[in-house]
């Protein structure tokens, strides 16, 4: 499943017109015919693009050079009559890099054009703790390491794209306001752009569940599901919402901070500052305290393990019967299942896939989920919205930031061969 973003106007007028444009327009069009397809001839991607055999075999000439597409062998049609040539996506040398930083650590996901995976990992970091000088530092030494291994798999990284818990200025690069990393205004793509050096790939920063959204859509559980809700599983909790194929942003690109919806007004004070967030029922930060006080975040001395770690322990206490834990996990549960109401009500999902450690712990948590929503959405049964837990874990937002790198490829592929005839940046 491809996704297919939508295409925004420059300040001040219509999109610009001419033949290089209208160029770049078309091979745009043939990769991502291509993309949802295993091989195709000349002949077929002119019919389905509706453009002319000589424009289509002038643009493969280009894509071959670029070497972003292959000959992949001949198709022989009907008894007589020439035979085709057909073509699949190629690039395995044309590298994207997604990452996420987050509350307690870094992912990375390396990929390349053709979907082939070339780096994945987590790195324990206590982001919030460190400041956001020491953090974007870390993170430029995570990309740089990163960038390399991709280098030694035979892919020249094209693109970075950082996925942040938190508002995003999408356009300007800037981290308008993450609440539980401590951060305001920061100007995340420039500052980690001067890390890399001035010969530096693009950086795009984006919201983390927003890219997680798209990793879900594209490939994950529920893909090719028009109408989705994607939920991180963090410290804290964000939405990514699919409409009709298409990631919904809202006028500013600010939609989707679900979890400051605020669902009970004498509850616990939000990273935000504000009282009775979803997040601080349904958080990992909530259930951990709940379910293991002796180590819940912010303890004086305490160090920042891996999530994963965390949620391990959990589910270990849960296998075993630990009353306390299950008796926590319940109460995540509904409440879960109370704010995904809220959810299907305003925007009629088909599936709410829930990400990070919900998906982790699904088997305890969505029981009673599933049971709150079943009672609480307003259109029930006829609505048929259900919870279903990713397979990305904890690498969803990672996977859909280099998605977005792999799309800004796509809709402009003459751009390859000058990022690739670049000296190397680091």
């Given amino acids: 499943m491809t996704y297919r973003p939508s295409r925004s106007r420059p300040p001040g007028g219509a999109a610009p017109t001419g033949p290089a444009t209208l160029r770049r327009a078309n091979l745009s069009l043939v990769l991502r015919e291509l993309r949802e397809h295993t091989s195709l001839s000349r002949a077929e991607i002119a019919q389905a693009t509706g453009l002319h055999r000589a424009t289509v075999s002038n643009l493969m000439a280009e894509l071959l050079e670029r070497r972003l597409v292959r000959e992949v062998g001949v198709e022989h049609v009907g008894a007589i009559g020439r035979p085709r040539r057909a ?93 539980n990393l401590h951060w305001r205004d920061l100007p995340l793509a420039e500052q980690l752009s001067s890390i890399l050096g001035p010969r530096s790939v693009p950086v795009w920063v984006d919201n983390d569940a927003n890219l997680a959204a798209l990793a879900e859509y594209t490939s994950g559980v529920a893909a090719g599901t028009p109408h989705l809700v ?64 002796e180590q819940a975040y912010g303890l004086p001395g305490m160090p920042v393990p891996d999530p994963g770690e965390r949620v391990a322990d959990i589910a270990q206490g849960l296998a075993s019967g630990d009353r306390r834990m299950m008796t926590a996990v319940a109460q995540v549960g509904e409440w879960l299942g109370l704010g995904g109401s809220i959810l299907a009500n305003l925007f009629n999902p088909r599936v709410i896939v829930i990400g990070g450690y919900f998906a982790s712990l699904a088997q305890w948590l969505l029981p009673h989920a599933q049971d709150q929503l079943q009672r609480l959405v307003v259109a029930a049964p006829a609505a048929q919205c259900r919870f279903v837990a990713s397979t990305l874990g904890f690498g969803a937002a990672s996977r859909g930031a280099a998605s977005m790198v792999v799309n800004h490829i796509i809709d402009d592929p003459t751009t390859i061969l000058d990022s690739l005839r670049r000296p190397a940046p680091y």
């Fill in 230 to 293: 994607y939920l991180t599983g963090e410290v804290g909790v964000g939405g990514g919402i699919i409409s009709g194929g298409e990631l919904l942003r809202g006028a500013d690109g600010f939609s989707g901070e679900v979890g400051h919806l605020r669902v009970d007004p004498n509850g616990d004070r939000c990273g935000c500052g504000r009282i009775g967030c979803w997040e601080t029922k349904v958080g990992l930060a909530a259930l951990v305290r709940a379910a293991m006080p």
């Fill in 87 to 179: 073509v699949a996506l190629h690039g395995a040398h044309v590298g994207a890099l997604g990452m996420e930083i987050n509350v307690d650590y870094i992912a990375v996901h390396g990929t390349d054009l053709s979907g082939r995976s070339l780096v994945e990992r987590r790195v324990v970091h206590d982001a919030m703790g460190s400041g956001p000088d020491s953090a974007v530092r870390r993170l430029g030494l995570v990309a740089k390491e990163a960038v390399e291994a991709m280098r030694r798999a035979g892919a020249v990284p094209t693109g970075i794209a950082v996925a942040v818990p938190g508002l995003v200025d999408v356009t300007r690069g800037v981290v308008t306001l993450a609440p």
